[in-house]
């Protein structure tokens, strides 16, 4: 069992940037596909950015290129998101998921066997 505790989210100005922590505990993840997925109000929770195992690979939603950045540090047992030059439209709760299989990507939500509880990023003009 994996436990996942997102945090790091909050208020911040369009064109503001914050970082996004997942701090998991019970199993290492070094051998996990993690992911950023992301819902909005009255939407469904889409996929933002997934990292492969050992950081060599790296996938985003088209919206999010060149403005955030997934990484992960095994040792620590955290994944990060970075995000720079936020849009309104960020706005959303953000989710830390983990995957345990050996394909890749990992795009889809149902694919993630374990997700943290949410944080709130709030983009304001």
């Known amino acids: 069992q994996v436990q996942l505790v997102e945090s790091g989210g909050g208020l911040v100005q369009a064109g503001g940037s914050l970082r996004l922590s997942c701090a998991a505990s019970?199993?290492?993840?070094?051998?996990?596909?993690m992911g950023w997925f992301r819902q909005a109000p009255g939407k469904e929770r889409e996929f933002v950015a997934a990292?492969?195992?050992?950081?060599?690979?790296?996938y985003y939603r088209e919206s999010v290129k060149g403005r955030f950045t997934i990484s992960r540090d095994n040792a620590k047992n955290n994944v990060y998101l970075q995000m720079k030059s936020l849009k309104l439209e960020d706005t959303a709760v953000y989710y830390c998921?983990?995957?345990?299989?050996?394909?890749?990507?990992?795009?889809?939500?149902?694919?993630?066997?374990?997700w943290g509880q949410g944080t709130q990023v709030t983009v304001s003009s």
């Open positions: 019970g199993r290492t993840l070094s051998t996990y596909v």
């Open positions: 990292i492969s195992w050992s950081a060599s690979n790296t």
């Open positions: 998921a983990a995957e345990p299989g050996s394909i890749w990507p990992v795009l889809r939500a149902d694919e993630y066997d374990y």
